[in-house]
């Protein structure tokens, strides 16, 4: 069994940092891919960014570009999401996900683990 842990969210107000992490546990399995999404009241989980196994290949969606960055270390089994540049709009529950491929995904039925969520709250 793999287990996916979320650490470092919280509140922060506009325009400051977070930085969060993805710990793989258990039966760590490799080569995977693995991506942050997040889910706010009332709308839908969208994808925030995802990476492939060798961090080579990233993807965000344009309403994060230019302020966070997905990167990863292998020998830690470790997925991090850095933040900046924080907009009150990015408050959501932050989860990571991860599957047994090489390459980039980007839509949420190709994961399937998950973590149970980081609370990321910005205030204006």
């Known amino acids: 069994q793999v287990q996916l842990v979320e650490s470092g969210g919280g509140l922060v107000q506009a325009g400051g940092s977070l930085r969060l992490s993805c710990a793989a546990s258990?039966?760590?399995?490799?080569?995977?891919?693995a991506g942050w999404f997040r889910q706010a009241p009332g709308k839908e989980r969208e994808l925030v960014a995802a990476i492939n196994w060798s961090g080579g290949a990233t993807y965000y969606a344009d309403s994060v570009k230019g302020r966070f960055t997905i990167s990863r270390d292998n020998a830690k089994n470790t997925v991090y999401l850095q933040m900046n540049s924080l907009k009150p709009e990015d408050t959501a529950v932050y989860l990571c996900a991860a599957d047994n491929f090489l390459a980039l995904a980007t839509t949420s039925d190709r994961y399937g683990y998950w973590g149970q969520g980081t609370q990321v709250t910005v205030s204006s």
């Open positions: 258990g039966r760590t399995f490799s080569p995977y891919g």
